[in-house]
């Protein structure tokens, strides 16, 4: 069985996590009662599914010879074209927004742009104190890239006890933000964008560590089940706390992610996690501006709260549609013309390049 198709389980569990987000936020805009009141933490659970891909991918390649530039491109190519698509959506909401007055069309410009390079910005600090507030999500893709470069850079140094030292630092900050904060629920606004890098260490690194020094052959039939603890954790009510957050991202998303690599193959469960690991990533990037415009309409309307659940439905039913078609119609074909342009390495190089890191956010 070929590591690929041995880690299908970890493609449906980002998209178990992605719907998730998805979820978050359209009952939060929608104002509904019911919440997943602790989807915020499917961002640890990508950080640390990151780390185990890439360290997959990439630890071979890099240890004989791929340049960290190389990997960068890579990288690029994989995360930028939704990443754009994604800003492209939340720029034209707001400048439609902005020829009623009210906002600056300038101010987001300028957002757009910082935000498509996956660079925090204030210029929208009035409207929304987001860091990224024309597609918010793109916060953790920000952190992500980075500690990708971070992999990349310092990857001959990065044996057991390197990796070791800085998996209990990752404690220490995850421990600190969470007890401080009363959860893991930061990162995202502009004033407190500097605790997503205590957000990304532990987790990722965690990733690496499960990829190069755990598991084995697979054998754990029981490894498909791991969306249905996913799932509960997601959903819990947001009172736990800080000490649930910190249980969850040390404990128990670590349990999960080496469970499900050791799934075996299965013919109920692989077509399925095929289909949400190829729908994870777009629906990530892309949900959010659907979710604000839909719901924004939905309260200038003054409807029911029977045609608000409506609406929200109808909002991820759209979502779950744009997503696959900007998949399978604009991100797959752009990734692969950019793959023949730009990657300097042989065609077979590229193909393998691509089917290795599908699994990654």
Known sequence: MSKTHHYLALDGLRGVAALGVVALHTTEYFRLPVQPGHAYLAVDFFFMLSGFVIAHAYDSRLHHGMGVLEFLRIRLIRLQPLVVLGVALGSGAYLLRALFGGIDPISVLQAACANALLLPTPALLTLRPWAFPIDTPLWSL????????????????????????????????VASVALTFGGLNVGFAWQSFYLGSARVLFPFVMGVMLARYAGG??????????????LLLLCAPASHGGWFDLAADLVVFPAIVLAASMAPASRWFDP???QLGLLSYPLYVVHYPFVVVFSNLNKSSHTSMTTTWLGALGTIIAVLGFAYLAERFYDAPLRAWASRRLASMPAGQISK?????????
């Open 142 to 173: 920000s952190f992500e890239i980075w500690i990708n470069i971070l992999y990349a850079l310092l990857f001959r140094f990065l044996n057991k006890p390197t990796l070791s030292v800085a998996l209990l630092a990752g404690a220490g900050l």
């Open 353 to 361: 390049a691509r089917t290795n890191d599908r699994p990654t956010r």
């Open 217 to 230: 052959p697979a054998h754990l039939t029981w490894g498909h089940s791991g969306f249905l603890l996913l």
């Open 272 to 274: 399925l996690w095929r």
